[in-house]
């Protein structure tokens, strides 16, 4: 009797057990570890997705909750290295796999097929790297000349009261903003989703918007070449378009015509974009800004 009512715990605990696992999700990066450790006994990507998949099932039929995060063959090498590990193992790869769930981009599985939930991986990876880059930055841009004042702070501070007037002045409805910031090598994308709650307060995703506004900080703080565009939705009424230059450490409303350029313009490629039936392309709202348009010495 003892020894069933332990099992029954133990079913119990391990139900309470949150878990992670690292996937690697591209092929290449799937090759690398079959050719690299002897250890990792796969043989073939597509049925090892197979097989995350119906563990992960199993998983959520047990009750027990699961993280899924990127496994990065390159990074998984230089953990082993900076931590003194044997990396033909599996105890350093479920190591790192616990490192990545502290730190890394990681999705919940809720019983999504894996060809909806790696899309979400990913973008969920680029995004925490876009942010950690700009984010690295910023805090090596240092202090204004002139006054002393550090421009990264500065910068986060005037982008944070810029998103606020938006969202303000953009009335109800869903919000689906782009903000592209020109850096080398390449031009930083963030993207943030608002909708309303029952209040029609904006309800932000804490991430996307700690991204949105830090890589919106980096062109204030550098005075790079970039520009926000905003889309709105609302049941019963056309979607509008509305969009703004960087200018100083301003942003300067685009004309209808622009924005419908800017829309209709991918932002990596250049390349133009068709341009969607019924949606408007419309000046942008007064933000009612009056704080300063011109950028620091430095």
Request: proline letters at 5%; one cysteine or more.
């Amino acid at each position: 009797m003892a020894h069933t009512q332990h099992q029954t715990m133990r079913r119990v605990l391990r139900r309470e057990i949150a878990g992670t696992i690292g996937l690697l999700t591209d092929e290449q990066d799937f090759t690398a570890m079959r050719r690299r450790y002897r250890t990792f006994a796969f043989n073939d990507h597509a049925s090892y997705l197979q097989q995350v998949e119906a563990l992960l099932r199993t998983l959520a039929s047990q009750g027990s909750h699961t993280t899924v995060a990127l496994f990065d063959p390159e990074e998984y090498a230089e953990f082993c290295a900076e931590n003194d590990l044997e990396p033909d193992t599996p105890s350093s790869r479920t190591r790192f796999t616990a490192e990545l769930a502290a730190t890394g981009a990681t999705v919940p599985y809720e019983g999504q097929p894996l060809d909806d939930l790696v899309p979400n991986l990913i973008d969920e990876a680029v995004r925490q790297a876009t942010w950690e880059y700009a984010t690295t930055l910023l805090a090596r841009i240092g202090t204004c000349a002139s006054c002393g004042e550090d421009i990264g702070r500065a910068a986060f501070v005037r982008a944070s009261d810029l998103l606020v007037r938006i969202l303000n002045a953009s009335g109800p409805g869903e919000r689906h903003l782009v903000c592209s910031v020109s850096t080398q090598p390449e031009t930083l994308v963030a993207v943030l989703r608002a909708d309303d709650d029952h209040h029609g307060t904006p309800q932000l995703d804490e991430a996307e918007a700690l991204e949105f506004t830090t890589v919106l900080a980096l062109g204030i703080a550098t005075q790079s070449a970039g520009g926000l565009v905003m889309r709105t939705s609302s049941p019963d009424t056309t979607d509008r378009v509305f969009g703004w230059r960087l200018r100083g450490e301003g942003l300067e409303p685009l004309t209808a015509g622009e924005v419908f350029d800017a829309y209709c313009t991918d932002v990596e490629s250049g390349d133009l974009v068709s341009p969607e039936s019924g949606v408007d392309y419309c000046v942008p709202p007064d933000l009612g800004d009056d704080g300063p348009t011109t950028g620091h010495t430095h």
